[in-house]
């Protein structure tokens, strides 16, 4: 079946840093959401791409929707301690079921 | 706007009770809501789809019985965990797809933790 594997597992970085994590398919997307989760609270919607090649910023971040249509990638720019977090990524699994599969997720940590 | 709520936040319980989270789309209306169940450093996974006015759909290895929803009206969806074992001690989160939008796109409440002693 579908997977959408997520790289690094996990990350440390000094606040000011940038970071880039990625997210990769099996099969091909139509769309690519990229969701921040904190610890005991929901996942929370960060940026959405519906084309291949579009590149789209929210504030710091900035996400892209791979040409292949099979990867993105996530890119957090002067990084923050409250950019604390697990990072997923998602895709709609296709069909009339509107059901989305997650990524493995992304935990970023970051030193003040 | 695409607020989720969901009540209660906490709830601790005794093995063999049952117990209702709700899940509110609170600025816009959603045919579809979706329940999640997330274990500790662990993705989300897919327990069932919720659609207003028919049956929820389970996905594999959820048991429908056990996982009782019910989605009575376009903004509320309630997940029911009957006779409730420690097992089932987790963190349960909804999300909701706005009716009137032709993306993807699902936003999620704030996640309910079940604790069953």
Known sequence: GQQLNQSPQSMFIQEGEDVSMNCTSSSIFNTWLWYKQDPGEGPVLLIALYKAGELTSNGRLTAQFGITRKDSFLNISASIPSDVGIYFCAGPLGGATNKLIFGTGTLLGVQP | ?117
């Not at chain 2, 999300?95 to 079940?114: I, K």
């Open chain 2, 1 to 117: 706007g695409a607020v989720v709520s969901q009540h209660p936040s906490r709830v601790i319980c005794k093995s063999g009770t049952s117990v209702k989270i709700e899940c509110r789309s609170l600025d816009f209306q959603a045919t579809t809501m979706f329940w999640y169940r997330q274990f500790p450093k662990q993705s989300l996974m897919l327990m069932a789809t919720s659609n207003e006015g028919s049956k929820a759909t389970y996905e594999q290895g959820v048991e429908k019985d056990k996982f009782l929803i019910n989605h009575a009206s376009l903004t509320l969806s309630t997940l029911t965990v009957t006779s409730a074992h420690p097992e089932d001690s987790s963190f349960y989160i909804c999300s909701a797809r706005p009716r009137d939008r032709w993306t993807d796109t699902q936003y999620f409440g704030p996640g309910t933790r079940l604790t069953v002693l």
